[in-house]
């Protein structure tokens, strides 16, 4: 059976919904942030030696990485679903979205979280030069390659209901916790409209909702 290692506030929810959504059987080992550091804690690096999240084993096998987990779940349990056939033109957008995720939004929205900690936990004598520093990097890079990068997702959105066409699909899946992260950051509604549409749509799925129900604190999903 499949055991996710699953981390409070942190990607692996994704993989909790993947699974309710293609109703596989599997158990929830849960991990408690550090309070101070925010770290994952020492115990995951039982799991796997960089000791972060996801990470699952299934029987004797070790898999992480969201992206290397939602493929070998499909492969192994999958069944065709949720992936579109090999060799279509829906197979090459979802193929974009699955490494898009992490490959390219993701790390935009760790470097403006780990500058935001930067201006904050700098030495109070080195603060000023921390936050001139951090405000060059967010105007000249950071918010001009994530405005670029949700103008790209809201563009995409608008050409089907999912990220791969009018299909749902594992690239939706990938594609949540980027969104879900920017939209703690940004107000998408009167600017991305299709993006905030998109959030709604998941975060209404039933297989989501057990997801959540079972993953405990996160504190990227659905409001109120």
Known sequence: MITVHHLEDSRSQRVLWLLEE?????????????????????????????????????????VAET??????????????????????????????????????????LVMALIFGRIETDTPWFLRPIAKVISSQVRSAYLGPNLEANLANIEAE???????????????????????????TRIEMGSKYPKIEAFLARIHQRPAYKTALAKGGPYAYGPKG
């Open 157 to 183: 959105l608008g050409r089907g209901t999912w990220f791969a066409g009018d299909e749902f699909t594992a690239a939706d899946v990938q594609m949540s916790f980027p969104l879900e992260a920017a939209a």
């Open 22 to 62: 293609l109703g596989l059987d599997y158990q929830v080992k849960r991990y408690e942030r550090d309070r101070k550091t925010s770290l994952a804690p020492p115990e995951l690096k039982a799991v796997h030696p960089l000791g972060k999240s996801p990470v699952i084993t299934d029987d004797d096998l070790v």
């Open 67 to 108: 992206g290397a987990i939602i493929e070998y779940v499909l492969d192994k349990y999958g069944k065709g679903r949720l992936a579109p056939p090999v060799g279509s033109p829906e197979r090459l957008r979802y193929t974009y979205w699955m490494h898009a995720a992490e490959g390219t939004v993701m790390p935009l």
